[in-house]
């Protein structure tokens, strides 16, 4: 049982050019309540293609599925059903090549953004020194 009608989000018309991501039929699911076995669709048969250069709004109402999108996309949750590759590759976890912007500040507080990005970089594995340098740099 599903308690609402999921989101289609049709695709931008599949075409020959290369695409830097890529969704086919994505589709996520959330268990719900094992005694009810009740489920939630939240989407079904997402396919979308974007390139370099492309610039994307999803839109919709409250609900509707947009933030399940978009962390599917991040690689912080896998798709139920479909694929998602970016550059060709199969997209399934987080990826230093895809940045999120979060619609709540996701800084600390006591630092200031230079030590905010040089935290990031730091447990990225960066040496203290040239964290520095990048930090600075921005």
């Known amino acids: 049982m ?8 049709d695709s931008v018309p599949l075409t020959s050019r290369s695409s830097l991501l890529r969704l086919r039929g994505v ?5 719900g309540d094992r005694r009810v076995q009740q489920t939630t669709e939240v989407l079904r048969n997402v396919n979308l ?20 999108l978009l962390r599917i996309l991040a690689g912080y949750v896998r798709p139920t059903t479909g694929t ?3 550059a060709g590759q199969p997209h399934t976890q987080p990826n230093a090549e895809v940045g999120v912007v979060f619609q709540q500040p996701n800084l600390f507080p006591w630092l200031t953004v230079e030590g905010n990005v040089e935290f990031g970089l730091k447990m990225k594995g960066m040496a ?9 740099i921005i």
């Open 2 to 9: 599903t308690q609402r009608s999921p989101s289609t989000y």
């Open 27 to 31: 589709g996520l699911t959330y268990p």
């Open 49 to 68: 293609e974007v390139g370099e250069q492309d610039f994307v709004c999803v839109i919709g109402a409250s609900g509707c599925g947009k933030t399940s």
């Open 84 to 86: 998602v590759t970016l």
């Open 128 to 136: 203290r020194a040239i964290a520095n340098d990048r930090s600075r």
